[in-house]
T-cell receptor, first 110, second 115 residues
Framework: DAKTTQPNSMESNEEEPVHLPCNHSTISGTDYIHWYRQLPSQGPEYVIHGLTSNVNNRMASLAIAEDRKSSTLILHRATLRDAAVYYCILKETSGSRLTFGEGTQLTVNP | NAGVTQTPKFRVLKTGQSMTLLCAQDMNHEYMYWYRQDPGMGLRLIHYSVGEGTTAKGEVPDGYNVSRLKKQNFLLGLESAAPSQTSVYFC??????????????FGEGSRLTVL
């Protein structure tokens, strides 16, 4: 499975934008990039996914580098509820599995 | 809709005992998964199923068995529990949509302690 690298932790202030980076230098041409987050004491929840183009939804934006070797999850205005572990995952096209790494622990300061 | 429901939510076992975790989903999803999460770590895939009557091994399948006799249920069994299986177990389901893969919906987790 292609691997992703994320910082262990990041901090942000409430109502400021947050940019969560992910490196995936071994990504294959058809792997999708998925982001999930896990709030304390809960199961993970889907955030967003994309292939080549930048993607937006109600929760976040996903910016994908032109060479696809990295991506950035953007939370436009962080709230206290956004404090969670964020996982960047590559979806292998030949299978149906998502392999989670250790993610980035995001702390949001009031 | 309840989504993905796991039972039980908490369980304490003694070494060598057996138990079954039940995962039920009401979204008519084809794909179901069992993950485990140890403290401070990410999720690791134990087993998964791509449809009724099918199962496949994930990253850490040893010591576990699974069955998918009905589309809506995915059972995870521990035949002889060991302290190393103390963990939080998450079930998930998805309806695969093309190569992108469907969104995974997770249950709330089942906390298992093996003494």
């Amino acid at each position: 499975d292609a691997k992703t690298t994320q910082p262990n932790s990041m901090e942000s202030n409430e109502e400021e934008p947050v940019h969560l980076p992910c490196n995936h230098s071994t990504i294959s041409g058809t792997d999708y990039i998925h982001w999930y987050r896990q709030l304390p004491s809960q199961g993970p929840e889907y955030v967003i996914h994309g292939l080549t183009s930048n993607v937006n939804n109600r929760m976040a934006s996903l910016a994908i580098a032109e060479d696809r070797k990295s991506s950035t999850l953007i939370l436009h205005r962080a709230t206290l509820r956004d404090a969670a572990v964020y996982y960047c995952i590559l979806k292998e096209t030949s299978g149906s599995r998502l392999t989670f790494g250790e993610g980035t622990q995001l702390t949001v300061n009031p | 809709n309840a989504g993905v429901t796991q039972t039980p939510k908490f369980r304490v076992l003694k070494t060598g005992q057996s138990m079954t975790l039940l995962c039920a989903q009401d979204m008519n999803h084809e794909y179901m998964y069992w993950y485990r999460q140890d403290p401070g770590m990410g999720l690791r895939l134990i087993h998964y199923s791509v449809g009724e009557g099918t199962t496949a091994k994930g990253e850490v399948p040893d010591g576990y068995n699974v069955s998918r006799l009905k589309k809506q249920n995915f059972l995870l069994g521990l035949e002889s529990a060991a302290p190393s299986q103390t963990s939080v177990y998450f079930c998930a389901s998805s309806q695969l949509s093309g190569r992108a893969g469907g969104e995974l919906f997770f249950g709330e987790g089942s906390r298992l302690t093996v003494l």
